[in-house]
């Protein structure tokens, strides 16, 4: 793994990793946000049991597997300057992405737990219209009581909000506070609270999520093929490897 710093923060400098369909051919992207002490191969293989063809799936590396290093309940301030770094560093993917041919209403980011956290974040401070959002057991960042004043519009985005009501790391409250916030912002959000889950991604979210790409993925084929575009089950690039979270 690259550990290399750039002098703009610390996740500057770091390689992405990807997996599915090459970007230069591809219908939809999704770019997946890790968790704490995990790693971009991790978050690719959560990214895979979403996986049509069709499909690129890009992780950007945190340095030192954690895009802040307290909780995403904390001040802001006791969080940087590594969460400005996150949120430029999954900036700076996005527009690579959409630099390779994939336009940001095809554009699907992903999070699960700090990276869920950090999905959230970066779509409210950067909102227009993506192929969805999606958040794992995560919330919008700030210390309780933080009043939202995010602006813009989201367009219809597709969002979608997955948590136990008994997380222990993320309180069900913050879940609904951020439920409002993207819906003030245009949103078409889904949140579901799921009694007794433990800190984790379950079957049930991820089918929504599968059916949630299907619509950017949907669009593109009908944009670039029309109704005689065939489809296919399976990667085109092999998946990277890495450790388990």
């Known amino acids: 793994m690259d550990t290399t710093q750039s002098p703009d923060g610390p996740h500057q400098g770091l390689t992405p990793r990807y997996a599915g369909a090459p970007l230069r051919v591809a219908d939809t992207a999704v770019v997946a946000l890790h968790g704490r002490g995990a790693t971009a191969e991790s978050v690719l293989r959560l ?6 063809h069709g499909v690129a799936s890009v992780a950007p590396q945190a340095h030192r597997n954690r895009w802040y290093p307290r909780s995403f309940l904390a001040p802001i301030d006791a969080n940087e300057p590594d969460l400005s770094s996150a949120i430029a560093a999954v900036d ?3 527009d690579d992405v959409i630099d390779a041919g994939v336009p940001p209403e095809r554009v699907v980011v992903v999070g699960f737990s700090q990276g869920g956290c950090l999905a959230a974040e970066y779509v409210a401070r950067h909102p227009r219209r993506y192929g969805g959002l999606v958040v794992l057991s995560g919330g919008l960042i700030g210390p309780e009581g933080t009043t939202f004043e995010h602006t813009g519009d989201l ?20 879940v609904h506070e951020s ?13 579901r609270i799921y009694p007794g889950m433990a800190h ?6 991820i089918a929504f999520v599968r ?5 950017p993925v949907t669009l593109s084929r009908g944009e670039r093929h029309g109704d005689d575009a065939t489809t296919d089950d ?7 490897t890495g450790v388990d979270e």
């Open 47 to 52: 990214a895979d049991e979403f996986h049509r």
């Open 92 to 94: 700076a993917t996005v």
């Open 155 to 174: 367009a219809g985005t597709p969002v979608f909000l997955g948590c136990s009501d008994v997380d222990p790391h993320v309180p069900v409250e913050r």
């Open 179 to 191: 439920r409002d916030v993207f819906e003030r912002l245009g949103g078409d959000v889904t949140e």
């Open 200 to 205: 984790t991604v379950n079957d049930d979210e």
């Open 211 to 215: 059916t949630l790409i299907e619509g």
């Open 234 to 240: 399976r990667p085109q690039d092999g998946v990277a």
